[in-house]
């Protein structure tokens, strides 16, 4: 399977053997969702997943996932509120609720600062969609579009609008350097809204004196304006399906998908399809119908990486959720290459770009039994995998930040080398003899960066045939 899986932990899989067991059905990056707690909760798990690495010689990504932004209303002096359509509400402070009636308690005063007449706002977590009819004195009047009820504390969003709250919070930032600290391998950012968000978390990283790779998560309607920006910063993108879903018409979120991935595809940036995957069965031991198309039209439009959410957190069937999804995932690449011109030629140019493209198509002409690519920044064994080779695609790093990014590409089996000996075709072919995958008369298709007399390294400058 070229696919990658991500799976959430949670009570249903935090103990070692179930660890363990979900890295013998194929996944390789387990994401810990910090919405659900801090560092000091998820310190044991981390433990246990390095632990589980050691032991079954796979090399594991711990994906951190800030909670973000959640911006809800807050408590409503009757709960529930029922509304119909072109019912008036009021929107503001909480400390005006006793003034004014219908009153939506909301203390995001920044975000109602933004608010102009037109605008668009959805409560109860997308059920409820108003419309801004004027703002005065901090408050604003809302008429609503259709009919429901609004509970207190219930999630809200403004579909198109650049609200002033960043997209890291103060305990976003405490998370993320604790999350260095205890060895997290790459962070996701949630409700990003442009690529200023993306730069901030790179700073605090920086600070730290390390560096690890950003996602950001496209939950904001307002950040696919933004999409090749924030894919020019991103280290990788998240589709993000549930807020994005709340923020964009439905009707519209499976194009946005597929624009999403084509434009990271373009970008060679690893490409994430998150929420509700297959959802069923977190009760039930087999997916739906439609679950199933779901996960193989994800992995046909190119996504490198297939998310499990609470599926494995808390699903009654984590083991089986992830064999299901393997299964799914290897039949839908069956049918990409049947269907497909593998590999596929890159968009954009470039020396790089071409010389993997070049290692792709004499991987095909020769019929080698893999491809093996020197890197030290990852970026080669992307190009790579951008193309979509039949052939599994081996990322070989010395650096082990760079070695644990490569989890996030489509076909990439990541590889931490050692230093020695200086030359990288050298240790690339060290490996290739030393690996028991690759049998004596095996041919492999190698890439690595020859300097010249004097140069320290190169940019990857050379495509070798290599017979086992």
């Given at each position: 399977m070229h696919t990658k899986i991500i799976a959430t932990i949670g009570p249903a899989c935090r103990e070692k053997h179930m660890i363990a067991s979900l890295v013998r059905q194929g996944v390789r990056i387990f994401r810990l969702n910090f919405s659900h707690g801090g560092a000091q909760d998820f310190a044991d798990i981390i433990k246990v997943i390095r632990e589980v690495e050691g032991q079954s010689k796979a090399s594991l990504t711990i994906l951190q996932?800030?909670?973000?932004?959640?911006?809800?209303?807050?408590?409503?002096?009757?709960?529930?509120m029922t509304v119909n359509s072109g019912d008036e509400v009021n929107m503001g402070p909480s400390e005006l609720q006793e003034q004014l009636?219908?009153?939506?308690?909301f203390d995001h005063v920044e975000i109602l600062a933004d608010l102009n007449t037109g605008d668009i706002v959805r409560v109860s977590d997308g059920g409820l969609k108003f419309e801004v009819l004027n703002r005065q004195d901090g408050v604003v009047?809302?008429?609503a579009?259709?009919?429901?009820?609004?509970?207190?504390?219930?999630?809200?969003?403004?579909?198109?609008?650049?609200?002033?709250?960043?997209?890291?919070?103060?305990?976003?930032?405490?998370?993320?350097?604790?999350?260095?600290?205890?060895g997290i391998d790459a962070v996701a950012l949630s409700f990003v809204q442009g690529p200023e968000d993306i730069a901030q978390a790179k700073d605090i990283i920086e600070e730290q004196g390390t560096w690890i790779p950003v996602v950001a998560k496209l939950e904001r309607e307002v950040a696919l304006k933004r999409l090749e920006e924030i894919i020019d910063i991103a280290d990788a993108v998240m589709v993000a399906r549930g807020d994005l879903g709340l923020e964009c018409p439905l009707p519209s979120l499976p194009t946005l998908q597929k624009r999403i991935i084509s434009s990271c595809n373009e970008s060679a940036t690893?490409?994430?399809?998150?929420?509700?995957?297959?959802?069923?069965?977190?009760?039930?031991?087999?997916?739906?119908?439609?679950?199933?198309?779901?996960?193989?039209?994800?992995?046909?439009?190119?996504?490198?990486?297939?998310?499990?959410?609470?599926?494995?957190?808390?699903?009654?069937?984590?083991?089986?959720?992830?064999g299901y999804m393997a299964q799914i995932a290897e039949e839908a690449e069956k049918l990409f290459f049947e269907k497909e011109s593998s590999p596929i030629r890159p968009v954009k140019s470039g020396g790089e770009t071409f010389l993997a493209f070049a290692a792709c198509l004499m991987a095909q002409k020769v019929d080698a039994r893999a491809l093996v690519a020197h890197t030290d920044s990852g970026f080669t064994a992307r190009l790579i995998s951008s193309c979509r080779p039949v052939q599994k695609i081996f990322g070989l790093s010395p650096n082990s930040n760079m070695q644990k990014y490569m989890n996030f590409s489509w076909g990439v089996i990541s590889i931490h080398i050692p230093e020695e000996p200086a030359d990288h075709l050298q240790r690339t072919e060290n490996f290739v003899e030393g690996y028991p995958g690759f049998?004596?008369?095996?041919?492999?298709?190698?890439?690595?960066?020859?300097p010249k007399p004097g140069q320290e390294r190169s940019l990857t400058n050379l495509l070798k045939v290599y017979r086992k």
């Open positions: 996932d800030l909670s973000g932004p959640k911006i809800r209303t807050g408590d409503l002096k009757e709960s529930p009636p219908r009153y939506i308690p009047r809302l008429v579009s259709d009919a429901g009820i609004i509970t207190s504390r219930k999630g809200i969003s403004f579909p198109g609008i650049r609200t002033s709250i960043a997209a890291l919070t103060a305990k976003d930032e405490k998370d993320l350097v604790d999350g260095l600290k205890l690893p490409v994430i399809v998150a929420t509700q995957m297959l959802l069923s069965m977190v009760n039930n031991p087999m997916p739906t119908r439609a679950e199933t198309t779901d996960v193989a039209n994800a992995v046909l439009d190119g996504a490198d990486c297939l998310m499990l959410s609470e599926e494995t957190a808390i699903g009654k069937y984590p083991l089986e959720c992830v049998c004596a008369g095996d041919e492999l298709i190698i890439t690595a960066g020859h």
